[in-house]
Structures are given as structure tokens and as C-alpha cells.
């Protein structure tokens, strides 16, 4: 089965230091997809980037990059500069194929980080 | 846009009550998610609805749980009776319809904080 793991329970920095938060995945899918979730403390669950597992591709969006790498099952967030407003529970989450060929999420146990001034 | 309505916000109920959940997923999303979860874990997935069908339910109590999703819009979900272990956050989710480029991009509500007393 696919199982997701974020073994950071919490990170705590001080603002415009940079953090990296981990996700390690396990997956019996050839084709498959990646996710990271960002829960502010309102509690709803904000998506941040999807990719899918043929695109090794870096991505950098601002102050955030994922780093994607299939040979170690590893999909990476690093948050450049944090500020307190990044301050949330981010979650991790890997998509499973179902037999009605529909996908589900699996989510990761989430790291939550701390971002103090 | 409109996001994802959820209510009630806020639900308390003695054990073996009964109680019901409402979601109002984004307008032309054909996809519905509805998720539990518990105070330090991720989400997890209770069932699927492509339009008016199921696509997953493994995860469902089906003793006790139940969902719907009438005409392929609204849905609700309801617990009858409610354990002291359902205590949770209830969250639903919305995505497009499978097959476009932002198909399994969920989108969250805010969610229904369960207490069973």
C-alpha cells in the first residue's frame, strides 16, 4: 500500500532562516503523483504544488522550491526566507490508484513549523 | 470563486447521538472528498463521489457512517451513533473531473470540528 512519511513532528526557526521540510514516499504505482498541503491554523487545507512522477523537474515558486527525486522516493519543500505567515502544518501526499481506476490521496503525518520573529 | 462550504463549523454531541455534515463543493467540480481528521494525523480519506456515484469507500464505517450526494452537487455526511474515537475534524473537498491537467487538485473546506462527549 502507499504510505507517506514526514518524519520532522515539528520545526522551529527564526524568521528569513531557510527550512526544509521532508517526505519520503513508498508507492506500488508506475504512474503516480505528488502533493504538498499547507493547514494555517483557520484549519483548511491550502494546495500548494502536484507532480507527477515522470517530471523530475525542480520547481521554484517564489520563496518556495520542491525538489523531486524518484531514485530516493523523496519529494522536498524548502521554504527560502521563511516569514512568520508560513507558520502552518504542511502536509505531505501521494495519490494511489484505485481499481475503479480513480486515484486517492494518501496523507502524511504533516510537520508542523514554527516561524518566530 | 467560491470555495468549498462547509457547516456546521462547530459540533458537539453526547455519544450514541446522531449527527450530519454539509458540503458545497466548488460549481463545475464533479468530484467529492470527504475526509477525517483525527487531532495530529493527516487526513484520511472516508469516501469518494465522482458526480452522484462512489468511487471509494474502503475506509467507511459503514456500521455507523453514511454519505450521499444527491443530484451531484451537495453532499452530506452523517454519523449514527457517534463514538467517543469519532471526535475529529471533518473536512470535504472538491476537485475537477478526472482526465485535466488539474485533475486530483483538491480543494478544501474548512472543515466541521466534531467533540463527542
Known amino acids: 500500500a502507499q504510505k507517506v512519511t514526514q518524519a520532522q513532528t515539528e520545526i522551529s526557526v527564526v524568521e528569513k532562516e531557510d527550512v526544509t521540510l521532508d517526505c519520503v514516499y513508498e508507492?506500488?504505482?508506475?504512474?503516480?503523483?505528488l502533493f504538498w498541503y499547507k493547514q494555517p491554523p483557520s484549519g483548511e487545507l491550502v494546495f500548494l504544488i502536484r507532480?507527477?512522477?515522470?517530471?523530475?523537474q525542480n520547481e521554484i515558486s517564489g520563496r518556495y522550491s520542491w525538489n523531486f527525486q524518484k531514485s530516493t522516493s523523496s519529494f522536498n519543500f524548502t521554504i527560502t526566507a521563511s516569514q512568520v505567515v508560513d507558520s502552518a502544518v504542511y502536509f505531505c501526499?501521494?495519490?494511489?490508484?484505485?481499481?475503479?481506476?480513480?486515484?486517492?490521496?494518501?496523507f502524511g503525518t504533516g510537520t508542523r513549523l514554527l516561524v518566530s520573529p | 470563486e467560491a470555495g468549498v462550504a462547509q457547516s456546521p463549523r462547530y459540533k458537539i454531541i453526547e455519544k450514541r447521538q446522531s449527527v450530519a455534515f454539509w458540503c458545497n463543493p466548488i460549481?463545475?467540480?464533479?468530484?467529492l472528498y470527504w475526509y477525517q481528521q483525527i487531532l495530529g494525523q493527516g487526513p484520511k480519506l472516508l469516501i469518494q463521489?465522482?458526480?452522484?456515484?462512489?468511487?471509494?469507500d474502503s475506509q467507511l464505517p459503514k456500521d455507523r457512517f453514511s454519505a450521499e450526494r444527491l443530484k451531484g452537487v451537495d453532499s452530506t455526511l452523517k454519523i449514527q451513533p457517534a463514538k467517543l474515537e469519532d471526535s475529529a475534524v471533518y473536512l470535504c473537498?472538491?476537485?475537477?473531473?478526472?482526465?485535466?491537467?488539474?485533475?486530483?487538485?483538491?480543494?478544501f473546506g474548512p472543515g466541521t470540528r466534531l467533540t463527542v462527549t
Open positions: 463521489f465522482q458526480n452522484n456515484g462512489v468511487v471509494d
Open positions: 473537498a472538491s476537485s475537477l473531473a478526472v482526465g485535466g491537467p488539474k485533475s486530483y487538485e483538491q480543494y
Open positions: 507532480r507527477n512522477s515522470f517530471d523530475e
Open positions: 508507492t506500488r504505482d508506475t504512474t503516480y503523483y
Open positions: 501526499a501521494l495519490s494511489e490508484a484505485l481499481n475503479t481506476g480513480f486515484q486517492k490521496l494518501v
Open positions: 460549481s463545475g467540480h464533479a468530484t
